[in-house]
């Protein structure tokens, strides 16, 4: 069983940055992936940010690229968000998943974190 765990979540004034780590328990499969997702108060719950374990392939939702970077330890099992100037639309809950690549950009996502808040002040 994966079980990912979020931390890193706060309070960042707008045009601040911020740093989400997750770490997964368990043993990793083939076509391993690690991805975030965010919700925001009284929406869906939209991708983010997603890496593949085999060849670093990574994918970012076009509202925060350029912004946004996404990085992993395979060593540690640990995916990192490393969030730069953001902005009040980004306050929402963010969360951790696992699952597994396909390739050009497509995920299948099994396991999910319980995820972390990240408030953006103006």
């Known amino acids: 069983q994966v079980q990912p765990v979020e931390s890193g979540g706060g309070l960042v004034q707008a045009g601040g940055s911020l740093r989400l780590s997750c770490a997964t328990s368990g043993r990793t499969f083939r076509n391993y992936a690690m991805g975030w997702f965010r919700q925001a108060p009284g929406k869906e719950r939209v991708f983010v940010a997603a890496?593949?374990?085999?060849?670093?392939?990574?994918s970012y939702a076009d509202s925060v690229k350029g912004r946004f970077t996404i990085s992993g330890d395979t060593a540690k099992n640990t995916v990192y968000l490393q969030m730069n100037s953001l902005k009040p639309e980004d306050m929402a809950v963010y969360y951790c998943?696992?699952?597994?690549?396909?390739?050009?950009?497509?995920?299948?996502?099994?396991?999910w974190g319980q995820g972390t808040q990240v408030t953006v002040s103006s």
């Open positions: 890496i593949s374990w085999s060849g670093g392939s990574t």
């Open positions: 998943a696992a699952g597994r690549s396909y390739g050009s950009g497509t995920y299948a996502w099994d396991y």
